[in-house]
């Protein structure tokens, strides 16, 4: 007897290390830190596994409808409305058929919400009006961004807060740029170029000296005529579609550059029938989410003299200007919805991906 009780100690050592291990293996297995969470970006090619809706993955909370909710319903609280606009919190079915969510404002229901989103420019610096009582274990919380890092205030704490992000950036969690080519499901033969009285225009309401595109506006303007608008020029207009597709080029300048920074500057001027020059992130990086001939870039020339040259022959080369068009025939544009795209998406996201995961370094990441 006294053998087999001297074997004790050992035994209890070998079982709590085993316990440990077990552990250990099983947060590793689903603990995902900052990186590579794949997740479909709309209109853009990306690297990587991509996971189809599974509805058996939808959290499930409820035993019973209550509050208005459906048993099923992944719930998703909208903390702060963006810039204190709100939006439709109605279906999210428009946005590639994302069901099972029920969007709402009402703060009453953080302790059985499974995403909170939070947008950024509304998170005060001290953290003031974030969430007081404790996060529930199955919640996740979602930060959402679309303006770039020059314009956008850093807020310290932000680091290990927050599980997933949603951003114009191609490597968040959830990708969602400012819009997106959509394919037709059959070739449009219907689009024509609206009629054109002017050559290459420009609509700016955010004119910085400091801004790259203040001096590549002014030698440019040396080299070929443009038509520019807005409260610099003393030109106000109301109707900004029109008079772009009243031009054959348009200047899509961003105001500051960034990666993946490619805002509606892109997507409107698309739309509204007119050749886009833009000036941003590198020409690869525009590639990633329309086709290369449809669109000029500032960097595809030596000098911007050699770049008004290529606009005023295109002017008197009719057939070389309408291949910019060729897109049309299997493309249309569609814009992200701000704000209900966000929390719709983070819906989307979770019945997904509904593993533990905090992203670590959000203003390293964002930042740089």
């Known amino acids: ?19 440990v291990m077990c552990g250990l293996g099983t947060f590793w297995m689903y603990y995902t830190p900052t990186a590579n969470r794949s997740y479909p970006c709309p209109g853009v090619q990306r690297n990587g596994n991509q996971t189809k809706q599974d509805p058996e993955q939808t959290p499930k909370i409820h035993d019973k409808t209550e509050d208005g909710v459906k048993q099923e319903e992944t719930i998703v609280l909208v ?5 204190g606009s709100a939006f439709d919190l109605g279906s999210c079915a428009s946005f590639d058929n994302i069901k099972g969510c029920h969007l709402t404002a009402d703060k009453g229901l953080y302790n059985k919400a499974h995403v909170v989103v939070f947008h950024h420019r509304d998170i005060a610096r001290n953290l003031g009006n974030m969430p007081k009582e404790p996060r529930p274990w199955f919640q996740k919380w979602v930060w959402y961004n679309m303006e770039s890092p020059t314009y956008t205030s850093r807020i310290p704490g932000l680091d290990n807060l927050f599980n997933i992000t949603a951003s114009y950036r191609l490597s968040s969690d959830i990708c969602t740029p400012y819009g997106s080519l959509v394919e037709l499901t059959s070739k449009n033969k219907n689009f024509e170029l609206p009629k054109k009285d002017k050559l290459v225009c420009w609509v700016v309401s955010h004119w910085d000296v400091n801004h790259k595109r203040v001096p590549i506006f002014n030698e440019l303007n040396k080299h070929v005529k443009i038509d520019a608008f807005g409260r610099h020029f003393g030109k106000y207009i109301e109707d900004r579609a029109k008079i772009v597709s009243s031009c054959k080029f348009y200047l899509s300048f961003e105001n500051s550059i960034h990666q993946d920074y490619i805002t509606e500057k892109l997507y409107e001027t698309m739309r509204a029938g007119a050749v886009p020059v833009v000036l941003g992130p590198p020409r690869k990086n525009y590639e990633a989410s329309i086709p290369k001939d449809s669109f000029i870039h500032v960097d595809d020339f030596p000098s911007l003299k050699e770049l008004a040259d290529w606009l005023i022959f295109l002017d008197k080369n009719e057939t070389e200007y309408l291949k910019y068009f060729s897109w049309h025939e299997h493309y249309k544009v569609r814009s992200t919805e701000f704000g209900k795209e966000h929390a719709c998406r983070s819906c989307g996201y979770l019945q997904q991906n509904n593993r533990l995961q905090i992203f670590q370094n959000l203003n390293t990441w964002f930042w740089g």
């Open 1 to 19: 007897m006294a053998a087999v009780s001297s074997h004790e100690p050992l035994r209890s050592v070998v079982l709590g290390t085993f316990i």
């Open 79 to 83: 903390w702060m409305w963006p810039f």
